[in-house]
């Protein structure tokens, strides 16, 4: 628990330093923060890139592993999706209908299947926090450690996020560019000689 709370407060303190108002030579309008509003912005993110790799991945390594007892392409995808689904309803959404988590990381190495769940679960997760008040936020909760509705939703966000450096591991593993890198690289070989 207490490296949780450790972990959390450095991050929470580190976002608050990236978006401080920079000191001007007027004094700039003072913006608020909203905590719901930048979890939706961070997983809109996640969904992004995640999507576009599990797009990029070819059907024939979904099935891949880097070793016996690790989840495949398609699992991890699926623990994403999970995730979503599972830790929005935890918080206190009304579940996702017809999701168990029973079986479902294995349920499927469909591409195409995997890419809809992906969406939809992202798609759930994000109206969910957008219909959740800002004092539900600090309603309790026992879950798993976390105490609060924020702290689950928080360690919903950093979820997305880890699994998606481990898609990008998975996919560099397979000889898979992830696409935003591969459209920067490109425009770095499109830009005239200086």
């Not at 309803?89 to 999701?99: E, I």
């Not at 479902?104 to 969406?119: G, V, Y």
């Not at 909760?141 to 609060?148: A, K, V």
């Not at 591991?169 to 000689?193: H, K, L, S």
Request: aromatic share 10%; glycine share 6%.
């Amino acid at each position: 628990m207490t490296k949780k709370l450790c972990l959390s407060l450095c991050v929470l303190s580190l976002f608050f330093a990236l978006h401080a108002v920079p000191a001007s030579g007027q004094d700039a309008p003072a913006k608020t923060f909203n905590f719901r509003s930048e979890a939706i912005v961070e997983m809109k993110a996640a969904q992004d890139e995640i999507v576009s790799l599990a797009q990029a991945m070819p059907q024939e390594k979904y099935t891949w592993r880097p070793a016996d007892g690790v989840r495949s392409v398609s699992e991890v995808y699926l623990h994403i999706a999970a995730g979503n689904f599972g830790l929005t309803a935890v918080a206190g959404a009304p579940p996702y209908p017809g999701f168990k988590f029973q079986g479902f990381e294995k349920s499927t190495t469909d591409k195409s299947k995997i890419i809809e769940l992906l969406n939809q679960s992202f798609a759930y997760a994000e109206k969910s926090v957008a219909d959740m008040s800002d004092a539900d936020m600090s309603k309790p909760l026992n879950f798993q450690g976390f105490n609060t509705v924020g702290a689950v939703i928080f360690h919903l966000v950093a979820h997305d996020h880890e699994h998606l450096g481990q898609s990008i591991a998975y996919a560099r593993m397979n000889g898979v560019v992830p696409p935003w890198t591969a459209a920067a690289q490109q425009r770095m070989q499109q830009r005239p000689p200086q």
